[in-house]
């Protein structure tokens, strides 16, 4: 028997371990537990943007070209100088357009005399076909006699006409190597700033199809423009007088101000997109921003100072029906709690509560009392839901209304939330969202 009683305390030991073992189950997988990511509710400023790149330009720039052909001979102005109107910033050589103009003088004299000459004939004429038509009268010339003089008085009437139009064509001629003369010194057409200069001194430019340009003038850097391309999908939201703030990557940090002048209705289509230009103008009091700078424009449709935020990210939240289910029947909204804890997405832990909001909620966890139904899917109007974390670590989902949003955050107009409430953005430990039909979309 001694020997017999550590034998039997052994088997009693093991056949209690085994029996606590299979009442137990350790090796039972246990139900997965449901975590909640959030986001809270925010208070501030919020505006309504639009975005566009776009490139600055002086208002006015005027390109200045030569009108005729020839070496450059002298460039009194370079790049940045400021010119006056009607001031020289260029000469061309003068001796070919000169020598021009002396063939077109030679021309027109020579048109003149030829003038004079065709009315010395058409005088003698005249006089010949007079004389002989009163001998005529007279009986004492014959008819074709008379005849003969007549057609050569015609005659020169109408050599003295091609006499006189050659005058004028020689006179134009004269009058346009004069003007060419002319445009061998190149004037300034604006007040303004040189930006650009295309040529140099003994340079040969040729105007024989084009006027080549010289010079780039911007009338008056302080007031310059932005022109921007809008996206045809934001372009309707603007108009004339909007605020509009941009950024140039010259000067990190620092915010220039704008505002529309103009939305242009000519579209451009680069690769297939289709864009607009909204023109801004610029006070560039400073000189500080110059053309041809790239700018990151930001239009302001409206702002609101002191707004309830509600984050994107939980509007975007919607739980299928079978989630709904398994978190109901997790924290006991539908009888069965379960009394396990619930975490947070920072880990924190919260015991659940069998709050009895889900007592008005439909079948797939919204609530019937604000919403209509239609086809078995929630009808909520303008309004949209987001789902709360109560304070006893539960969902609870709440209707608002959103106003003004600016792609991150969306203004509160109605609605039960308070700065600091917490949004759910995500859940995790529940069945798969896809191919589920969704709770609370809008």
């Known amino acids: 028997m001694k020997r017999w009683i550590p034998r039997l305390v052994v088997i009693l030991l093991v056949a209690g371990g085994v029996t606590a ?4 189950k350790p090796w039972a997988k246990g139900d997965p537990d449901i975590t909640f990511s959030t986001v809270p509710v925010g208070k501030g400023a919020i505006q309504a943007q639009v975005t566009a790149n776009g490139t600055l330009s002086a208002r006015t720039t005027v390109q200045v070209g030569a009108q005729v052909s020839g070496r450059v001979m002298a460039l009194p102005v370079d790049y940045n100088d400021t010119v006056k109107e009607k001031q020289i910033i260029a000469k061309l050589d003068e001796e070919p357009l000169k020598q021009q103009l002396m063939q077109a003088q030679a021309t027109y004299d020579l048109a003149v005399a030829n003038e004079k000459k065709a009315e010395v004939a058409e005088m003698d004429g005249k006089r010949q076909y007079d004389r002989n038509k009163s001998l005529q009268d007279q009986q004492l010339v014959s008819a074709a006699t ?3 003089f007549e057609v050569t008085w015609k005659t020169a009437i109408a050599s003295l006409a091609a006499a006189k139009a050659s005058v004028a064509q020689a006179a134009a001629n004269l009058a346009q190597a004069r003007t060419n003369l002319g445009y061998a010194t190149i004037y300034s057409p604006i007040n303004g700033i040189v930006l650009s200069r295309a040529v140099d001194v003994g340079q040969t430019v040729q105007a024989s199809f084009s006027a080549p340009t010289l010079f780039t003038i911007a009338a008056d850097l302080s007031l310059m423009q932005i022109d921007t391309s809008v996206a045809e999908s934001d372009v309707g939201r603007l108009d004339k007088g ?27 289509v680069t690769q297939g997109v289709v864009t607009y230009d909204a023109v801004i103008d610029v006070d560039n009091s400073d000189h500080a921003l110059r053309p041809g700078m790239t700018a990151n424009v930001t239009f302001v449709l409206a702002q609101v100072a002191d707004a309830i935020k ?7 939240f919607k739980p299928t ?3 709904m289910q398994a978190i109901r029947e997790h924290f006991g909204m539908t009888g069965g709690h379960k009394g396990s804890g619930h975490r947070n997405h920072d880990g924190s832990g919260s015991a659940g509560s069998g709050s009895g909001s889900a007592d008005a909620a439909g079948s797939d966890g919204a609530p019937k009392d604000h919403a209509n139904w239609k086809d078995g899917k929630p009808d909520y109007g303008d309004k949209k839901p987001v789902w ?16 003004l949003t600016d792609g991150s955050s969306t203004q ?17 430990g529940l069945p798969a969202a896809s191919n589920q039909r969704k709770v609370g979309a809008f």
């Open 21 to 24: 073992l299979a009442l137990t």
């Open 146 to 148: 008379v005849d003969g």
């Open 242 to 268: 909007i605020e509009a703030t941009f950024t140039v990557d010259a000067y990190p940090g620092r915010t220039f101000k704008g505002s529309v002048r103009q939305v242009r209705n000519a579209a451009v």
């Open 310 to 316: 509600i984050p994107n990210a939980a509007l975007r």
């Open 321 to 323: 029906r079978e989630q």
């Open 388 to 403: 709360k974390l109560t304070a006893e670590g539960t969902p609870k989902m709440v209707l608002i209304k959103p106003g």
């Open 412 to 428: 509160l107009v109605e609605g039960d939330l308070q700065p600091g409430d917490q949004l759910i953005t995500e859940v995790q």
